[in-house]
Every structure is written in structure tokens, then in C-alpha cells.
């Protein structure tokens, strides 16, 4: 019997993912089609058949071969799809262009498809609607590997922001494969989860695009804004993302709506593959991003409402208040989640008051980021709630220093255990930030642009360029090496530096 299950784990990871990409190529292809623009319909459709072919030679070469169920073997085939991946998705990409260097359009789809979504087409005239909808849909396709290969691969491996529940009396321990994964094979937990997931995915990003297109967005937009808010990716083939868009105030509480998929797992997967069920009105990740979400914009709102009220350089009144907190509320709510876009009223509040909304404040909800196995970037709530817990025991313990932590087992865990972890891979965090700076002055970028392109980059928040430092940082403008390390650390923040340092543990190789 173990033999017949070893000969049904079928190809490797990356070979679906190499399968899926090719497949996606059609849809470009048909809307080029659709809009009379053969020549990029053409090269679309060549590309699904060049990978098609490369990716069923490949099959065909791996398919015999014995599934591995190690660990390191996964997540070796989840980083060469971060790597490799974008190189192939690229390859039509630059050839529809038709101008600029491979190393352009490989970066440009190591954004995508780590949902970064940080672009070095500033100029969005330069890219036809098939190339735009191509950026978001590589995107939208990367967020649905992130949310199978979390469930799949890193959940019972406890990596991920997992090892803090792991801590908290599940079984495993980081870099380790559970109980539940011993008995099943890597394509077979892939196969299920993709199963499971995917409809919900695409379910989502249907009913978003059909309430935009309702609220009077125009399809191309929507359906690139869809895919965008439940990737977590923040592309748009509008230079200001939402600021000027058909849909106005309707389309962005419609996307902040949907951006509650980005803050918990538990709001689209009812049962994780590692822990129980818990309500989405008990989870700790939610209510972090709610109390986030509540205090923030309304610290900013008081701030502009006093120098509006002592100047007097405010102008409209109340519905101009009113729409600068509105403003403030759905850009740190995108923020938070890593998704990036910036509401139309958000540059109101400055004007409403004549105060500069400082950055570092984005730059900071970036770094926090969404919730665990979502598509969000960023440290993870549930690592930051782990941390906080850990304080208030802490000044309780300051002030009765014999006294017992409550709220039972679980919770003492996720204080203590849970803590210690969430504090170890903050640390691994800044350190990875302190390096990419390092390296990136090494190439002539300055302190200031070094610090807010590590944190986009490794907080999967491309967008933050355009709206955290004083003036707008193009990606553009840099060197082909600094272009480079940032793609580099795009996928060490995808990945997560826990995941790497598993992947490089000798002792667990030789296990």
C-alpha cells in the first residue's frame, strides 16, 4: 500500500505551477483578441503553447519520479516557484512590450506574483489593457498560491505565522511536519486545498468585480481592482490606483469590504488544517486590525480637525470632515493589509486642514501587515497580538509580581511560547530590513529611499513608494543591481525568513 500511494503523488508542486501560468496566458490573449490587437493576442497565445509543450515535458520527465515528503523538499519547490516562475511569466510580458530589458519585465512579475505590486511602468500609457490585466492577473494567481501553499505546505509545517498556535500546544514545532502531514503526500494536501480554496478565490473576486462594475466602474478597471484587493497586490492600470475611478466612495467601501479576507484566514477557511475552528468575531487578528483601523485614522482626523479648527483653512464643513476621515479610514485599512491603494480622499484631509499627513505612519502598517495564511505581507497580526499579550503580562507582573496569568492554558502559551517566537522572527525581520538598506546604499540609494524600498519590499507593499517618503520613489529610476536585490527580498518576504532558515538547516536535511 505505501508503494501505490508513493506512485499517486503525481508531479511536482512547480509543475502545476508551470501548467497553471501557461493557462493563464489565454486570458490575455483572448482580450487582446477582443480589442483588435493581434500582434499581443498572438505572442499571448504562442507563449501557452511554448510553456504548454516545456511544462508537459517536464511532467511527463518527473512523473515517475518519488514524491518527496520532506519538509525541505516543499518549500525547496515553493521558493523555485517564486524564483523561477516570474521568469517564465515574464517571457510574453517583455515581448508585447517590445522595448526596456528582461530584467524590467522580470521584476515587474516577481511584483506580481508576490503580491507586492510595485511596478517600474510609471508612465501607465506605456502598457496596453492586455498587459495591465496580464499585471493584475499574475498577481491574483500569486495570492492563490500563497493561500493553497499556506494551507498545504507551511500550516503543517508550523511556519508561516502557524509555529505561534504551534506554541500554544499543537504538535510540531517550526521546520516540522505535524502528525496530519506524516500520512499525506505533499500532492495530495495541494490537490485537496486547491480544491477547497479555489472556488471560494475566484467566488470572491467574481462577486467584487460584478458590485464595481454595479457601482459604475469600467470593466477593465474592475476586474484589475478585484483581483488586486483579494491579492493583496495593489495593481492598477490607473497611474492614481483609486483616486479617480468611476465606482468612487461605493467602489471603496465595496474593496474595504472585501479586505476583511486579507486580515483573517478564518473569514474563508472555517477549518484550518492545524488548529480548531474559531469565530471570526473572537479572532485576535481581527479585533487588532479593528482596534488598528479605529484608532489611527481617528488620531489623524483629530489632528487635522485642530489645525482646521485654530487656522481656519479648512474649506467644505462637515461633509469635507467627514470625507477626510473616510479617506483616512480605507487607506489605513489598505495599508494595514499590504493591498496599498489610497483613497480618493485621502489627499482631502491635507487640504481640508493644510497639514502633510506623515508616511512613516503607512510605513508602519505596512510593517505589521494582515493575518496569517492570507495574502498580506508584513510581520502578521497574530505575531503582534502574541507580543502585546506578552506585555500586558508583563506590567501586571510589575505591579503584582506573584500573581498567576489566567485565561487559561492556551492563551498562557501563546504569552510565553508564543511570544518568544513572534520576538525571534521580529528580530530576523529587522535584520533582514537592516541588510537590504545596507545593500542597497552600496548602489547609491540614499538612507531615507533605502528604508521605505526594504520595507515595501520585504512587507509585500510595492505601493508605498508613491505615498511614504516626501516625494514619490520611483522604481524605475534605480540601478539594475538595486532592482534586482529588491526582487530577491520581495520573495524573502513572501516567504518569510523562518521558512528560509528551515529550508537551509543542514540537520534537517540530513534527518
Known sequence: ????????????????????????????????????????????????????????????????????????????????????????????????????????????????????????????????????????????????????????????????????????????????????????????????????????????????????LIAGEVPLVAICHAMSVMATSGISPLTSGTTFTGSGFFGELLMALFMIFAISRHAFARRPVIERSRSLVHDPEVAMAMSLVIIVPGLLFLRHFVAASGDGLHTGGILAGIGALWGSIFTVLSFLTTTGFESAEWRLAQDWSGLHTPGLVLVGLALVGGGVATTAGGVKLLRIYALYKHGVRELARLVHPSSVGGSGHTARRIRREGAYISWLFFMLFALSLTTVMLLLSLYGVQFETAMILAVAALSNCGPIVQIAGEYPISFEGLRPEAKTILAFTMVLGRLETLALIALLNPAAWRR
Open 1 to 212: 500500500m505505501e508503494g501505490v500511494a508513493e506512485r499517486r503523488g503525481g508531479a511536482p508542486f512547480f509543475v502545476y505551477a508551470m501548467a497553471t501560468g501557461a493557462i493563464a496566458m489565454l486570458v490575455p490573449a483572448f482580450h487582446a483578441l477582443t480589442l483588435e490587437d493581434f500582434e499581443t493576442a498572438r505572442i499571448f497565445f504562442y507563449g501557452f503553447i511554448l510553456f504548454g509543450m516545456l511544462t508537459a515535458l517536464i511532467g511527463v520527465a518527473t512523473r515517475g519520479a518519488r514524491p518527496s515528503a520532506a519538509p525541505q523538499g516543499q518549500l525547496a519547490g515553493l521558493l523555485a516557484a517564486f524564483l523561477l516562475l516570474p521568469v517564465m511569466l515574464a517571457v510574453p510580458f517583455f515581448v508585447a512590450l517590445g522595448e526596456d530589458s528582461f530584467l524590467e519585465a522580470w521584476f515587474e512579475m516577481v511584483a506580481a506574483f508576490t503580491t507586492t505590486g510595485g511596478t517600474v511602468y510609471d508612465n501607465v500609457g506605456r502598457l496596453n489593457p492586455s498587459l495591465h490585466l496580464w499585471r493584475a492577473l499574475v498577481g491574483w494567481l500569486g495570492g492563490l498560491t500563497v493561500w493553497v501553499t499556506a494551507a498545504a505546505i507551511l500550516a503543517p509545517m508550523n511556519l508561516g505565522g502557524y509555529e505561534v498556535q504551534a506554541a500554544a500546544g499543537v504538535d510540531g514545532g517550526a521546520g516540522r511536519l505535524s502528525r496530519f502531514a506524516r500520512h499525506s503526500l505533499p500532492a495530495e494536501r495541494l490537490a485537496r486545498q486547491a480544491a477547497a480554496l479555489a472556488p471560494v478565490y475566484a467566488g470572491l473576486t467574481g462577486a467584487l468585480w460584478v458590485g464595481l
